[in-house]
Every structure is written in structure tokens, then in C-alpha cells.
């Protein structure tokens, strides 16, 4: 048996654009996806701290040292500019595996969503 485990987390970053005229996504900031160990294409739930709001979409890489933080697509409908969120990416694992995984969490700094020294 295996069971979904949290296996990497953005905590608190702050949404700079929405563009519903994109397909769909988010992008982010490539130093962000680095720390989290997160992939392009990834499945990520957003979860919107201001609203409530919780979406799934996948992650799409923008510039590097940016501080981008961006929704794309329907899911910029779901948050404002300035609201912040926590993204969060999961991993299957059996039971034995999940009791000893430690997730990678990252707290880059709130408002520049650049990774603290």
C-alpha cells in the first residue's frame, strides 16, 4: 500500500501577477522551484491564505532571482495581486517510506519571495 505524503512546501509567497489570458499554471521564480526541489510540470495545490481559495495546477518556470509568483489561466480568477500562498507538492509512498520522509519546506522571505541568506 502507499499513501500521499506532503513532499515539498513554498510557505507563504506573495502572488505578483495574474493572467487570466494564459492557458493555465503557475510560474515561479526558478530559485523558488530549486529549493523546493519542485519540477516543471509538477502537480501543485496553491493554497490562497487571504481568500481561502485552494486550487490544483502544475508548476511552470520563470526567470530566475525574479521573485515571480504568478497564476495563470482560470486560476488567476481565484487570487489578487499581493495575496499570499503556500504551495504544496505531494509524493506516493509506502507506509515504512512516509514514517521516515522529511518534507523540504521553504520560507523565502514574504514579500520579495527571494530565499532568506
Known sequence: MTIEVLRAKLHRITITEADVD???????????????GLVEGEKVHVLNVNNGQRLVTYVIAGERASGQVCLNGPAALLATV????I???????????AKVFQ???????????????
Not at 22 to 36: C, E, K, N
Not at 90 to 97: C, D, G, N, R, S
Open 82 to 85: 499581493g495575496d499570499v500562498v
Open 103 to 117: 518534507p523540504t519546506v521553504v520560507f523565502p522571505d514574504e514579500r520579495t519571495n527571494k530565499l532568506r541568506s
Open 22 to 36: 494564459y492557458i493555465g499554471s503557475i510560474t515561479l521564480d526558478r530559485d523558488l522551484i530549486d529549493a523546493a
Open 87 to 97: 504551495v504544496l507538492a505531494y509524493a506516493q509512498m509506502t507506509l515504512e517510506e
